[in-house]
């Protein structure tokens, strides 16, 4: 399968030109099965959910399945979510199919009090999307571990989507191949580049790594930019069978 990564320079708060560059993007076109973008693609990390929010039939989705459908690639990343009166950031994976999966973040982000103003979720979702298995995670998930657990070989690409600043961008890149390595799966992180709206940097280091922590794709720091990279799932699979350390793998349950 085919993956694009899409770095770049989210229009803080304008959804309309971060929309607009994503059809750029693919109307320039794009060989690929996914495209993956950044955390709250079209307004930034922002704390300012009343102003922002949409609901899941809402103008940006029902944009994104109409892009989805006209060039046949799969979109992926998260956006500001309203549902029942309440926030979140959601993840969602739309296919040209016209279906839509949703993932609330688990993890929400203290130190950037979006846990004040963001509703946390509390159910993971996996997408079989052309015979692969994605499991969708944001950002400051990437830290733990437990809830980014793979058992049983439950998925083949573990993805997350991020507003992960350069002053941190270190921890970035040593907890993505790890995640590779501990789920025996390939992990690609996908960072937008430029200074948000509260003066925060960031450099992307958008990457995909193999199950063995082998980095496949890197892009350029700072620059906007779209790569691809095609993963083989029976290489996956084969490496699976002649190195089965799921199969020692602890068992807990999450609370």
Known sequence: MKIALFQYDIVWKDKEDNLRKLETQLKNGIDADLLILPEMFSTGFCMEPESLAEGNEGNTMSFLRCLSERYQTALCGSFVAEEGGKYYNRAFFVMPSGKIFYYDKRHLFL??????????????????????????????????????????????????????????????????????????????????????????????????????????????NGEEHVAVVDLSKEKLDEFRKKFPVFCSADRFEIK
């Open 111 to 220: 130190m950037g009090q979006e846990g004040d103003r963001y509703t946390a979720g509390d159910k993971r979702i996996i997408v079989n999307y052309k015979g692969w298995n994605i499991c969708l995670m944001i950002c400051f998930d990437l830290r733990f571990p437990v809830w980014s657990r793979n058992v049983d070989n439950a998925y083949d690409l573990l993805i997350y989507v991020a507003n992960w600043p350069t002053s941190r961008i270190s921890s970035w890149n040593a907890l993505l191949p790890a995640r590779g390595i501990e789920n025996l799966a390939y992990v690609c992180g996908v960072n937008r580049v430029g200074e948000d709206g509260l003066n925060y940097e960031h450099n992307g280091d958008s990457s995909v790594y193999d199950y063995k922590g082998k980095q496949l794709l890197r892009l350029e």
